[in-house]
């Protein structure tokens, strides 16, 4: 080993004899040198006696010389001159050991354990006595003075003791052990006095609740009771005296329902819980929730439930009085105890205080205003004002106040930095139903005018709807327009509105006034909206074309194509005019018929645009609609061309730009693009097909690659000439 560092174990291969855990414990075991024993000496006669003992007392002198303050050196002289018999030596010994540590209590006990068991019990009394007239503030002289004085029968003599230890005002263990030697003795009296005299001395609420108890163990109800009441006396009615006191009500009250003394218990908890505040009564509340769901009403305790639901929410509001969920709960607490209350048949008064307490909690949750001037932080606030609103105005039937907190939280708001339109048309609702029509509109107005907003016009619009002011809306939607021409929603719902007046023409020039917009958010709703209107209010199957192309043309979207095609192969209700003429409204509606061959130009057309804009995702999704249509419209011819349109799956590999690594990819392959890219070999291809598809119909050949269609013409038979094979495609396919 160098530098106290482990040897570098070279060889880890297993030892060929392995040794067990066993045999190192047992080896181990073997190899211990066998401990030290003192041998022993046998004493013959005095002489040898006198000689051990002398020598024995020098060695202790010895020691005793050198550690003079260790008290346990001095114990084992003593105590081995006790097991001589030498008695006088071993109460010398222990003397001098007090005149060097006379408060050393260890040396006291093993002083008078020498002399118990020698069965001195006078000498033992006479130290017990020196022992707690030096140190009478060590409990354990205490107890073992008592303890000889009650071993020996001695009970005067024991209280004698306790009475000396008491004019020293001991702890509760003593006091306690005191009591508990009269009760061992049947003097209740006498421990009933104890109690007193502890009361005087320590009058905490627990020494009176162990009293009291004590009273009813043995009996005395009426002095428990005169107990209780003393110290409630004691303690007196301030807040602060009464929160010391909450042990002394509780076990009153517990003490009076064991009794079978209900309202006495109910009185006692209601007084107590009268002087003391929510937050420091919670355990008072507890008990009193226990005791009124085992012996009170329903009523009780609901209400009982509802104290302790109140002092759980103020101490979470009084730690953060932002937390308007918390407010929120407290608000519905209090909501809900006013029904309970309106339910169960409450005086007018309960009913008014219950109605304060809901209005004061309110009131005390809107003061909270939120800090600075982002909205988000204002969401739930307003909605605490909105809540009490409608509390004043459905619960309390108070207009004006509700009015008031209206206005209130409308003045509060700074609606220049962010608004609530639900804030404004709850507000304008309210007057709609007060019969105030005219202030409604003006607050909405008002609104509109100081901070427009989407929200607000929706809301404007659907109060002037439900009261069937058509004129007024119109007016609301081209303010509407005018705040914000891009949104193409109020385009629609405002051409909707004449269409449900069944004034087309203006329908029809909303809409071309929308689409004309230079910007629009989400311009294809709007657009098929338009078409839609053309086709099932107007049935003007031209327009709707008209419409189709100038769509295309801006947008060239394959969605606009499929749905060009499907419109053009779909049947659509009678124009307006031929609709009108029909007198029999309950007949079935007759449609006009759609031209499958316009369909299929507008697919070709729609195939060759995304064609030349490359787009072959879209190709493909456009070519599984013609399929879709053919299968349900054409004919097996049409649905055979389509299908060879379909692209199938390849393979191409390219370098990646920036690893300069070959990469493979999967790509759509069109037949019409290798057509014209590969001519040739897009020929021979053809005829490998064809050569494919005739091996299939032979038993176990296999099927033709999909994606492509054999050739028109057939495999050339073996009787053709060699002119004719010479001139084929797969014999030119090498290109000479």
């Not at 009564?281 to 109140?310: D, M, P």
């Not at 037949?671 to 070999?681: Q, T, V």
Request: proline share 3%.
């Amino acid at each position: 080993m160098q530098d106290g560092r482990a040897p570098r174990i070279r060889n880890r291969a297993p030892a060929a004899i392995q040794i067990t855990a066993e045999q190192l414990l047992r080896e181990a075991q073997e190899r211990q040198e066998s401990t030290f024993r003192a041998p022993k000496q046998r004493v013959e006669d005095f002489e040898e006696l006198h000689e051990y003992r002398g020598r024995k007392r020098k060695e202790f002198e010895e020691r005793v010389r050198r550690t003079r303050g260790s008290i346990k050196e001095w114990t084992q002289y003593a105590n081995w001159e006790a097991s001589q018999n030498e008695f006088d030596r071993s109460r010398s010994i222990f003397e001098r050991a007090l005149d060097v540590d006379p408060r050393s209590v260890q040396l006291w006990l093993s002083y008078t354990e020498m002399e118990l068991k020698s069965r001195n019990v006078q000498h033992a009394r006479n130290l017990f006595d020196r022992a707690v007239t030096l140190l009478p503030r060590v409990d354990q002289l205490w107890y073992k003075y008592v303890y000889l004085e009650e071993l020996l029968q001695n009970v005067p003599g024991a209280r004698q003791v306790f009475e000396r230890w008491m004019q020293w005002e001991p702890d509760d263990k003593a006091w306690q052990a005191y009591i508990k030697m009269e009760e061992r003795y049947d003097e209740s009296d006498r421990a009933s006095v104890i109690y007193e005299r502890w009361i005087a001395v320590r009058p905490d609420p627990r020494v009176w609740v162990k009293w009291a108890k004590f009273e009813e163990e043995r009996g005395k109800l009426d002095k428990a009771r005169e107990v209780f009441q003393t110290a409630l006396q004691f303690f007196g009615d301030e807040e602060e005296q009464v929160e010391k006191a909450q042990a002394v009500f509780n076990a009153f009250a517990k003490m009076e329902t064991r009794l079978k003394e209900y309202e006495r218990a109910r009185v006692i908890y209601k007084f107590a819980l009268s002087r003391l505040p929510r937050s420091k009564s919670a355990n008072l509340y507890a008990a009193y929730t226990k005791f009124e769901k085992q012996h009170g009403t329903r009523s009780i305790v609901e209400s009982t439930v509802l104290g302790k639901r109140r002092i759980q929410y103020e101490d979470e509001v009084s730690q953060d009085g932002r937390n308007y969920d918390v407010w929120f709960d407290y608000v519905r607490l209090e909501e809900g105890g006013l029904r309970t209350l309106r339910e169960e048949g409450g005086t007018k008064e309960e009913e008014d205080a219950a109605t304060e307490r809901v209005r004061d909690v309110y009131e005390r949750a809107v003061a909270h205003v939120p800090p600075g001037q982002e909205k988000r932080h204002w969401r739930r606030y307003i909605f605490l004002w909105l809540e009490y609103a409608l509390f004043e105005e459905i619960e309390t039937k108070d207009y004006d106040r509700a009015r008031q907190v209206y206005r209130t939280v409308l003045n509060l708001v700074p609606h220049k930095q962010f608004t609530f339109a639900k804030l404004w048309i709850m507000a304008a609702r309210f007057e709609i139903r007060q019969l105030n029509l005219t202030a409604a509109r003006k607050m909405l107005g008002t609104a509109i005018g100081m901070c427009p907003k989407e929200s607000l016009f929706k809301g404007y619009i659907q109060l002037e709807m439900d009261l069937r002011e058509f004129d007024r809306v119109r007016t609301l939607y081209e303010k509407y327009l005018e705040y914000d021409p891009t949104n193409s929603a109020a385009w629609i719902k405002y051409a909707e509105l004449e269409t449900a007046l069944e004034d087309f023409t203006r329908a029809e020039a909303i809409f071309e006034l929308g689409v004309s917009q230079a910007s629009l958010s989400m311009p294809e709703i709007l657009w098929k909206a338009y078409i839609d209107f053309e086709v099932d209010e107007q049935g003007d199957r031209e327009k709707t074309r008209s419409l189709y192309e100038r769509l295309v043309v801006l947008s060239g979207h394959h969605k606009v194509w499929i749905s060009y095609a499907e419109f053009e192969g779909s049947s659509i209700p009678l124009p307006r005019a031929m609709r009108e003429e029909e007198e029999d409204e309950d007949a079935e509606p007759r449609v006009v018929a759609g031209d499958p061959e316009l369909s299929r130009q507008v697919f070709e057309r729609g195939y060759k645009d995304l064609k030349v804009k490359g787009l072959k995702a879209e190709r493909a999704a456009l070519l599984e609609s013609w399929k879709a249509f053919e299968q349900e419209h054409g004919s097996e011819s049409d649905l055979a061309k389509v299908e060879g349109m379909m692209p199938i799956i390849g393979r191409k590999q390219h370098v990646d730009k920036e690893t300069g690594q070959v990469v493979e990819d999967w790509e759509l392959v069109f037949a019409d693009d290798e057509r014209e890219a590969n001519p040739r070999s897009f020929k021979f291809l053809q005829m490998a097909h064809a050569w494919k598809q005739s091996q299939a119909k032979k038993p176990g050949g296999s099927g033709i690659l999909s994606g492509f269609t054999p050739a028109t013409s057939s495999v050339p038979e073996s009787g053709q000439n060699d002119d004719d094979d010479s001139h084929s495609d797969v014999a030119s396919s090498d290109g000479e």
